[in-house]
Every structure is written in C-alpha cells, then in structure tokens.
C-alpha cells in the first residue's frame, strides 16, 4: 500500500507495473549508483563549457547590439558634389552641436564621421598628406577609411555617419553608427 495514501486515509492498490518499477530499482547496484571522480569531473567540464559557450553567445549579442545604426532625419550634406577628391568639407550632423567630415576618398569614394574623437570628445581635424584624422588634444590618430585608431590613447574608432548617394551627385547623411556596421547598411539603402 502506499504510505501517502494512508496518510489520507484512502488506500490504492498497487498495480503489477509499478511493484515492477520498484523491483527494477533495488536491483540496481550501489556500485552503479555512485559516481566516480573523473565521470563527476568530466560531466562538470561538459555543463560549464556548455554554459560559458552559451554567454560568449549572449555577450555576441550585445556586441552587435552595440554597433547599431542610429536612424536620424536625412540631411543633404550641401557642397558635397563639388568635393575634390582627396579633400574634406565639415557639417554637422545630426544636430547643429555634432561636427562631422565627409571626406572623399582618390577613388572618389565617399565617407563621414563624427569630429569628436572616441578618447575625450576633442574635435579631430582631417589630414590629407597622410590621409588620416589628428586628434590635437592627446596626439590620437585615425585612418580615414574606416575612422579605425591607428595611434595614441584612443580605443574605439570614430562614430561613422551612414550616407546614402541620390540623384545629381547629392550625398545625403541618413544616421550614424555608433560601430562599424555603417558600410553594410549604406550598401543596402
């Protein structure tokens, strides 16, 4: 009879399966009952591998989270058809308080960023001998192409403005990245 049940006071039959189920158990030895060492280690390197692999996947996540584009109004960056190339023309972007650079490559390629530098906000100044930015603040340096820091204390690049080309050569700044997703986005626009 099962002790819950007469706890109860009621009383279930026990059925020829599950005196069955109960035989099977004690059969069981104590020798396969108890877990040695190295199995124990073993399934323990498994689970924690499994769980690190999952929150290497999580912190992935916010990663590319991170390196979201910003969607701000479109603005037509007034000039940019006349820029030489090799040159750059100063705006501001998204508002009138955020300077940025558009910058056209030899290729003739277009490209924008944000003026305040990744390290402590000092408006880098583009340079077209060696085609980088200079920060005047703490001597940081950016490459030009992807605003990546090539020297000094900065660590992050530079914000990149997403651009889009319309009609007459006009350039049009459509939101900024805050990583390095802005060359894809701008590719599907």
């Excluded at 026990?14 to 190295?38: A, M, Q, Y």
């Excluded at 900065?154 to 319309?166: E, T, W």
Aim: glycine fraction near 8%; proline fraction near 6%.
């Amino acid at each position: 009879m099962n002790p819950t049940a007469l706890h109860k006071g009621t009383s279930i039959p026990e059925t020829n399966s599950r005196r069955r189920k109960v035989e099977e158990k004690d059969s069981i030895s104590e020798e396969e009952l108890h877990i040695g060492r190295r199995t124990f280690c073993n399934e323990l390197l498994l689970t924690s591998t499994g769980i690190m692999l999952g929150a290497s996947a999580v912190a992935g996540e916010t990663v590319n989270a991170q390196e979201a584009v910003v969607s701000y109004p479109p603005v037509k960056i007034e000039g940019a058809e006349r820029l030489i190339t090799g040159s750059s023309l100063y705006f501001e972007y998204p508002t009138r308080n955020d300077p940025a650079v558009l910058v056209r490559s030899s290729e003739g390629e277009y490209t924008a960023f944000s003026r305040k530098c990744s390290h402590a906000g000092c408006s880098v100044q583009f340079d077209p001998g060696p085609k980088c930015f200079r920060c005047p603040c703490h001597k940081g340096m950016f490459e030009a192409r992807a605003g990546y820091a090539i020297y000094g204390p900065p660590q992050r690049p530079l914000d990149q403005i997403v651009l889009q080309m319309r009609a007459g050569g006009e350039v049009w700044a459509m939101g900024k990245s805050m990583g390095r997703n802005a060359d894809k986005i701008a590719q599907k626009s």
